[in-house]
Nanobody, 124 residues
Framework: VQLVESGGGLVQAGGSLRLSCAATGFTFDDYAIGWFRQAPGKEREGVSCISSSDGSIFYADSVKGRFTISSDNAKNTVYLQMNSLKPEDTAVYYC??????????????????WGQGTQVTVSS
């Protein structure tokens, strides 16, 4: 499995960014694919994920109402639209896949495949 993220960058508070994750090499039918983030000095936290089987979605409380996850199955790509960005959203964002897992609270140990990460910086 290969995950390639893109779309990070520098944005002012209140602005928007869209992250993309192109996924290849899947050998399993059911999985959750989503986004974690890690700020300096903090633990990696799950932000949002989507199930391949039924399209169910999970959002962390910190991003509900501001972030939207979506998928384009034809392109094997997952997107994270981030609106109303805040300085506390600054982090490296990682795309990740958990085989045979449904969307729900994201436990890092369930995710076996990771992208290289993309930096998101929100200035105040």
């Amino acid at each position: 499995v290969q995950l390639v993220e893109s779309g990070g960058g520098l944005v002012q508070a209140g602005g928007s960014l869209r992250l993309s994750c192109a996924a290849t090499g899947f050998t399993f039918d059911d999985y959750a694919i989503g986004w974690f983030r890690q700020a300096p000095g903090k633990e990696r936290e799950g932000v949002s994920c989507i199930s391949s089987s039924d399209g169910s979605i999970f959002y962390a409380d910190s991003v509900k109402g501001r972030f939207t996850i979506s998928s384009d199955n034809a392109k094997n790509t997952v997107y994270l639209q981030m609106n109303s960005l805040k300085p506390e959203d600054t982090a490296v964002y990682y795309c990740a896949v958990a085989a045979w897992v449904m969307a729900g609270p994201m436990r890092r140990y369930e995710y076996d495949y990771w992208g290289q990460g993309t930096q998101v910086t929100v200035s105040s």
